[in-house]
């Protein structure tokens, strides 16, 4: 994922609603293992299966297990995670493409909720989000979305 990508996920993020959150979790979690096919052979095919597999806990602990559907979302996910596990000792590309799809289908019915769903923003202040700042490497980075109203939070 190239930096362009990793800001305008932190932008999408900052006005996202909290069904908007897993969508967003959904397509970083197929995006990471679009990367490992890539790195298959390679070092970053691990690296890559474990991005997927944090996005997939992060799924699973935003899951309040109540209901039949929950249930099954917390199975699957498990289980995503497992064949995840199996390809990276296996060294074994089937079960990434298997989980991808699965991740696919999910995701297309997480786009449809998010789209008949209105609820606000889940971060306070997300629409007046202009600027930010990054401490690193013993500089000061400063990331601006709109030029015209460029603004500091301390």
Known sequence: MTQQDKEAYVLRVSSASPVQLVVICYELAIAALDEALSAYGGRGFAQSLDKARNCLAELRGTLRV?????????????????????????????????????????????????????????????????????????????????????????
């Open 66 to 154: 109540t209901n039949s559907i929950a249930k099954d979302l917390f199975i699957l996910y498990n289980y995503m995670e497992r064949i995840l596990i199996a390809a990276q000792y296996s060294n074994d590309t089937a079960p990434v493409i298997e989980a991808r799809g699965l991740l696919r289908k999910l995701l297309e019915a997480w786009n449809a909720v998010s789209a008949q769903n209105g609820d606000p923003a889940a971060m306070d202040g997300s629409q007046v989000v202009y600027a930010g700042l990054t401490y690193s490497n013993g500089k000061l980075d400063e990331y601006v979305v709109d030029k015209r109203q460029k603004s500091y939070e301390a």
